[in-house]
């Protein structure tokens, strides 16, 4: 049965960091491609990164290209969300999602099995 499981959320304030962590079972990490989305209250759900089963490419919205990496570490089989130089603006229910084709996509359609999600909030 594949799960996923998102842990690392919270308070912090802007220009800091947080790490997420999306710890799979049921399959491996490098199996499948897995992303980051986000929704924000009244918001749609958005991609933010995803990393390619094929050969671990990544990819990033625009907004969050240079401030957030994403990282797989198939010992521990978790995808990682490193987030650094936090905005007001980055704060929603954070989403990992997997997939198990080789489509590089943060396309929400694309994704069959998604984790609960786990609260960012970026304030003062």
């Known amino acids: 049965q594949v799960q996923l499981v998102e842990s690392g959320g919270g308070l912090v304030q802007p220009g800091g960091s947080l790490r997420l962590s999306c710890a799979a079972s049921?399959?491996?990490?490098?199996?499948?491609?897995i992303a980051w989305f986000r929704q924000a209250p009244g918001k749609e759900r958005e991609g933010v990164s995803c990393?390619?089963?094929?050969?671990?490419?990544?990819y990033y919205a625009d907004s969050v290209k240079g401030r957030f990496t994403i990282s797989r570490d198939n010992t521990s089989n978790t995808v990682y969300l490193q987030m650094n130089s936090l905005k007001p603006e980055d704060t929603a229910v954070y989403y990992c999602?997997?997939?198990?084709?080789?489509?590089?996509?943060?396309?929400?359609?694309?994704?069959?099995?998604w984790g609960q999600g786990t609260q960012v909030t970026v304030s003062s």
């Open positions: 049921g399959f491996t990490v490098d199996a499948y491609t």
């Open positions: 990393i390619s089963r094929r050969d671990g490419s990544t």
């Open positions: 999602a997997a997939h198990r084709w080789e489509i590089t996509t943060l396309a929400k359609r694309a994704y069959d099995y």
